[in-house]
């Protein structure tokens, strides 16, 4: 038996992520040349293939592998997937018109010993307040709310399909969403925020019930945290005051294998290179 790691981190700005920020802090970089994980999913790279394969230069001489499905918006979203060994099929997109251009979503079938792995690298529309429950939402409020709705109901059918196939698959990314109040601090203040609303979390429930495990809360336990996301504004980091949104979704005969998911969590806010964590899962295959 050997194991398999996956790694999903949302790295807000690969080219900004890469950078040295102080004598401790010298970025992803050196991160990533310690990580001993098979696959990385990486989420909001936020640049063009060329630009995040010049940042991410010194990985790729060290043997990492870059599949990446950008946004044809400008210096927006971007989803990539790091691999040791070079994917066997790489699939942009789930099969939307609206959003397989806009670099949300990408999946590679890994080759291992026991077979395919499908990895996948997911970056979920924030969205908005639901306009139906609050008299100051805007137009743009309005778009962005209705957006990821459409997103939740066309990536959802895809992950129906996904299931439904019987293939190991690991969906890893900032989903956007903390799935239940354990998932963030202030549960009870954010009960009408983006990525806490009602019809958020019953989405995320629904695909528990057809199957797919969220395999860091199945072996934490329920238990708050941890958390994945913490604003760079005030104390947020240093009081966690934070939100578990960045996670995998596992398809249920490899998730029983999954032995062990944690945070990478800094140490100190002055060593953060992104405001998201990373977050390791580990199975035995």
Known sequence: ??????????????????????AENLGLL???????????????????EEQAREALAPALDQGWQLQMSESTVKGHAGVGVLTRVEPTTVRAGFGSAEFDSLGRYLEVDVPTATGPITVASLYLPKGAVDPAHTSTATETDERKFAEKKRFLDEFGAHLASTRAAGCHAIVGGDWNIAPAENDLKAFKTNKRSPGFLPHER????SLLDDGWADVMRDLTGDVPGPYTWWSWRGKSFDNDAGWRIDFHLVTPALAASAVKSYVHRPSAYDLRWSDHSAVTTVFDI
Do not use: C, H, Y
């Open 1 to 22: 038996m050997s194991t398999f790691s996956v790694t999903t981190v949302n790295v807000n700005g690969i080219r900004a992520a890469v950078k040295e920020r102080s």
């Open 30 to 48: 050196p991160w990533l040349a310690e990580l001993d994980s098979d696959a990385v999913a990486l989420q909001e790279i936020r640049a063009t």
């Open 202 to 205: 019953e989405w995320i429930a």
